[in-house]
């Protein structure tokens, strides 16, 4: 009888063991630019990428990170997202501007989307920007105080229905900044923003409600894999999970009181979390637990993206670090 709990001992102990060896793998710092920080990464196949950030920074590669190479857009604003609904078509958005290319990056064009007038006294932030069809796709952030950069007026959301060349206001039942959004499919979006928000569609984004995240705590980013399994990460390593779409948010323990910035699924089981302070996390159990790993760098990340394969962090002072599977 001791034997056999013996060898199950051993035999968990070696689990858990891989379990952490596996979880210690695959990241390396790829390059760092220099002094400004990288905000957002997004690639359309393991050779061809982009990374954006400070002062309308933004490089892309063409040979899997070997190389950068710097295209110059019209602003200097911090660019807060990149992001391509196919391999041509991408958006970017900074301060107020939003640029659209149609293929796959060697031209950008600057759209006009809203009239500064509109906002009185305010200045509209673009802070994230998603498609759910060819034609229908939104942008989120806040209306920033004109007298005061620090103090937030009201919450912003734009959609377009014709590809981007037209936007529209929607008008939401919050006032906080809005800093993430992400859509299964064409009907069911979330948006996360400031004090815990949680907005929700199921009708196209015609119109949105709360949901009940249980926190106070700055939510930066949420990631859907389906219409019920879903995740939002946020300030004081806060971790949310969700099985049913939202209508009930569950914390995850994480040990972890860094500030996290993205997560990122690349299949149903397996995650990633990127935040503060070099901080990464993964799971391997569809977002039950999460392990740290050694993302070979201090700085704090505030980009992801994640593939089956390989997958691309970015962050402060420029630091790019990469994972391969």
Do not use: C
């Not at 968990?12 to 790829?30: D, K, P």
């Not at 759209?111 to 069809?133: A, C, H, M, Y």
């Not at 859509?183 to 949901?211: C, E, P, R, Y």
């Not at 993964?282 to 390989?310: C, E, I």
């Amino acid at each position: 009888m001791n034997r056999i709990r013996k060898s199950v001992f051993l035999i968990l102990v070696l689990f858990l063991f891989t379990q952490l060896i596996s979880a210690q793998r695959g990241w390396e710092v790829n390059r760092a630019k220099g002094n400004g920080d990288l905000i957002s990464v997004f690639f359309t196949s393991s050779d061809d990428g982009w990374v954006a950030g400070d002062e309308g920074y933004l490089a892309f590669t063409n040979d899997g990170g070997k190389s950068w190479k710097r295209k110059i857009l019209n602003t200097a604003a911090n660019i807060n997202e990149i992001y391509f609904r196919n391999d041509d078509n991408g958006y970017l958005v900074a301060g107020r501007k939003m640029f659209i290319t149609k293929d796959g990056g060697q031209s950008w064009r600057e759209e006009i989307i809203v009239n500064p007038n509109e906002f009185k006294d305010g200045i509209p932030e673009f802070l994230s920007i998603r498609f759910n069809s060819r034609k229908q796709g939104f942008i989120i952030g806040a209306v920033i105080d004109k007298n005061d950069n620090e103090n937030i007026i009201g919450s912003l959301l734009l959609r377009t229905v014709d590809g981007g060349e037209t936007w529209s206001r929607i008008i939401v039942p919050t006032k906080v900044e809005l800093f993430h959004l992400d859509f299964d499919g064409k009907s069911h979006g979330w948006i996360v923003g400031d004090m815990g928000t949680i907005l929700a569609t199921t009708n196209n984004g015609n119109s949105w409600v709360f949901q009940s995240s249980g926190t106070k705590e700055t939510l930066y980013n949420v990631d859907f894999r389906d219409e019920r399994e879903g995740y939002a990460v946020g300030s004081n390593g806060i971790i949310l999970r969700t099985l049913d779409g939202g209508r009930n948010w569950i914390k995850v323990q994480s040990f972890i009181k860094n500030t996290l910035f993205r997560v990122d699924f690349a299949d149903d089981k397996n995650g990633w979390i990127v935040g503060s302070k070099g901080t990464i996390l993964r799971s391997f159990d569809r977002g039950r637990s999460w392990v740290r790993q050694d993302s070979k760098t201090s700085s704090s990340l505030y980009g992801l993206f994640m593939n089956k394969k390989y997958g691309w962090s970015v962050g402060k002072e420029g630091v790019i670090i990469r994972y391969e599977k």
